[in-house]
Structures are given as C-alpha cells and as structure tokens.
C-alpha cells in the first residue's frame, strides 16, 4: 500500500498531459471516488444500522466482505489517476490529502483484520473488538472526507 503510494507520488511530477486527456483523468479520478467511497458509504450504513439495532452483525459483515474489491479498486484507481493529473506536492494542503489517503489505505488493511476478527466470533463480539471497528471506521470516514474536500477545494479554487 505504502509503495503504491509513493510510486503515485514519484511518478506525479514526470506526468505531463494534453487537456483532453487530462479531462479524461480527472473523469477516471471521479469514477473511482463514486465506486470507491460508495462503496465504503454503504458497508458504513449497514454498520450505522447494526449500531441502531437494525440489521444483525452478518449482514454488515457480508456487506464488508462484498464490497471489499470495490473499495481497493476504487483507492487504487484514485491514486493511479491523481498521480496522471499531476498533485501540486509545493501545497501543504495537497500534502494533507495525499497523506489521509495514505491513511485510508493503511487503516483499510487494519479494517480488513477487525472484520475478520468479528466474523471469527460465535455470540456476542467483545468490546475490544467492537471498539476497533468503530475507530477504524472514523478514520476510514474522516480520510475519506478529507481527501475528497481537499481535492474539491483545489480543483475549483
Ligand atoms: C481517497 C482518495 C482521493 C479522493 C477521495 C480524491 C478526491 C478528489 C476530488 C473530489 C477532486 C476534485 C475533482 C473536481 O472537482 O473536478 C480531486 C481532484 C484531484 N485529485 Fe484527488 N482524490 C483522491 C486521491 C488522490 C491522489 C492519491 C492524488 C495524487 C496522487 C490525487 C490528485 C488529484 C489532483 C491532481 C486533482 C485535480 C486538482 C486540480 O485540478 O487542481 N487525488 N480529487
């Protein structure tokens, strides 16, 4: 996770392109938001509704299990496509997005041991294992966030 990233990072700067394939990056750029943060909206909805009671712990995971390829297809599509429009990496602000993606890919991997752990549970899961979940969830949102405001912000400041 972490090489692909600095490879996205490096590779960036050597990245020149026309401004009709730079229209088609930043169209890739927002398809992969779309399929990768929607995906991870909605295993977050099912994990809202679980909280309230709503579904039982098998749906959310299922939802986690299904929705698993998406989110790195979209994470990996964002980093490949952003590296192709080139990130101004002067901008302090740039730099607070590339290292909550950073963030966001890293806490995925955890995420990924939380649900396995949940998954692994006969009964009632332990609080240890449900306060894991809903850090990893928090980050994952507030990464998630934060790239997409920044690289709003930049694109139309
Ligand atoms: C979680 C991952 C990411 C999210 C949610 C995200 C989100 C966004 C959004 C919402 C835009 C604005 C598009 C528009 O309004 O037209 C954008 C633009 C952009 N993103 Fe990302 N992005 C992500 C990852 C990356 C990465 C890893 C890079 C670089 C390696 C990158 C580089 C860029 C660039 C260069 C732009 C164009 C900004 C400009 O026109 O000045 N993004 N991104």
Redesign the pocket.
């Given at each position: 996770m972490s090489a692909g990233?600095l490879l996205?990072?490096l590779v960036?700067p050597h990245v020149t392109l026309t401004p009709g394939w730079r229209m088609v990056a930043?169209f890739c750029?927002?398809t992969c938001?779309v399929v990768?943060?929607g995906a991870v909206l909605t295993v977050d909805w099912f994990s809202l509704r679980w909280l309230l009671r709503r579904e039982p712990l098998g749906t959310v995971l299922t939802a986690a299990r299904g929705a698993h390829l998406l989110i790195w297809l979209g994470?990996v599509g964002?980093?490949a496509?952003?590296?192709a429009?080139?990130?101004?990496t002067s901008s302090g602000l740039?730099w607070v997005?590339?290292l909550?993606?950073l963030a966001?890919g890293i806490n995925g991997l955890f995420l990924g041991r939380v649900r396995d752990r949940l998954a692994a549970v006969d009964g009632q899961p332990t609080w240890s294992a449900l306060l894991a979940g809903v850090a990893a969830a928090t980050v994952s949102q507030v990464?998630?966030w934060t790239?997409?405001?920044?690289?709003?912000w930049?694109?139309?400041s």
């Amino acid at each position: 996770m972490s090489a692909g990233w600095l490879l996205a990072i490096l590779v960036a700067p050597h990245v020149t392109l026309t401004p009709g394939w730079r229209m088609v990056a930043l169209f890739c750029h927002l398809t992969c938001l779309v399929v990768g943060f929607g995906a991870v909206l909605t295993v977050d909805w099912f994990s809202l509704r679980w909280l309230l009671r709503r579904e039982p712990l098998g749906t959310v995971l299922t939802a986690a299990r299904g929705a698993h390829l998406l989110i790195w297809l979209g994470l990996v599509g964002l980093l490949a496509s952003g590296a192709a429009l080139g990130p101004d990496t002067s901008s302090g602000l740039v730099w607070v997005k590339l290292l909550a993606v950073l963030a966001v890919g890293i806490n995925g991997l955890f995420l990924g041991r939380v649900r396995d752990r949940l998954a692994a549970v006969d009964g009632q899961p332990t609080w240890s294992a449900l306060l894991a979940g809903v850090a990893a969830a928090t980050v994952s949102q507030v990464g998630w966030w934060t790239a997409t405001l920044i690289g709003f912000w930049n694109a139309n400041s």
